[in-house]
């Protein structure tokens, strides 16, 4: 699979010239990568459930390195506990009025996906939880949607984090990204017809066509106050 390098190669092809001093080309790619990758909820973005550790008296839990959006969260062998979504705010007002339910869990993403650390030490993608747990759980499973992992031009060898038939849209994309950086001279029409918006709604024709099989129901019936019973209690959010 291409690597990072061969990108940038060629984004300087299309250019034609060598590039401004002052453009970073690695921004630039990393801009069209996540244009692409993020336009729609692309079914290769779907991960499967994880594990989440959520240690006793944290206000926040970590979630995986490309994390871009919830899509569900199942509760193991818990018909009566449920997980809520919720924002930060909302759970910053539970707290302030001392608003408690033993049995509910409040999980806060940010509009983006995820939050850094409150002190801005780190890039730890987290989530904001409601109320602290007493004693470590690992019996919350989270299914998400990645994102665009960002590529650092000291690490050009690295493959960025899209399937090999993606490649081809990655090219155009950067390509497109660049030339309208450095040049600004492509008509808009020409962008929409055949360059990323146009690949884009190509893209969404191809995805909508492919047939996911999703195995067959835990279930017939739906109990529970968190949705499906027994082996787990699961709530769902759509972001497409």
């Known amino acids: ?18 590039p401004n001093s002052l453009h970073v080309q690695i921004d630039t790619f990393n801009d069209a990568g996540r244009a692409l990758v993020n336009a729609h909820a692309w079914t290769w973005r779907s991960r499967p459930p994880i594990a989440v550790l959520i240690k006793a008296d944290e206000t926040t839990f970590q979630l995986p390195e490309d994390f871009g959006e919830m899509i569900s969260m199942e509760i193991a062998d ?17 707290r302030a009025v001392a608003i408690f339910d033993s049995l509910t869990l409040y999980v806060a993403f940010d509009v983006g996906g995820s939050q850094t650390t409150r002190d801005q030490s780190s ?5 904001e939880i409601y109320p602290v747990q007493a004693s ?27 399937p090999r038939d993606w490649e081809r849209s990655l090219v155009l994309f950067s390509r497109a990204f660049v030339q309208d950086i ?4 492509d008509p808009y029409e020409n962008k929409v017809l055949f360059g990323p918006e146009g690949e884009i709604a190509r893209l969404k024709r191809a995805d909508a066509s492919k047939q996911v099989d999703m195995g067959q129901p835990l ?18 959010r759509d972001f497409s």
């Open 123 to 127: 890039n730890s993608r987290v989530a």
């Open 78 to 94: 818990s018909v009566e506990f449920r997980v809520i979504p919720t924002s930060v705010a909302d759970i910053e007002m539970r």
């Open 219 to 236: 279930h017939s019936v739906m109990r529970g106050r968190g949705g499906i019973g027994r082996p787990f209690s699961t709530i769902t």
């Open 1 to 18: 699979m291409r690597n990072v390098q061969s990108y940038l190669d060629l984004m300087r092809h299309a250019l034609g010239k060598v």
């Open 182 to 185: 450095e040049n600004q001279q």
């Open 136 to 162: 470590d759980r690992t019996d919350i499973r989270l299914h998400y949607r990645a994102t665009w992992l960002d590529c650092t031009a000291d690490d050009t060898k690295r493959v960025p984090n899209i």
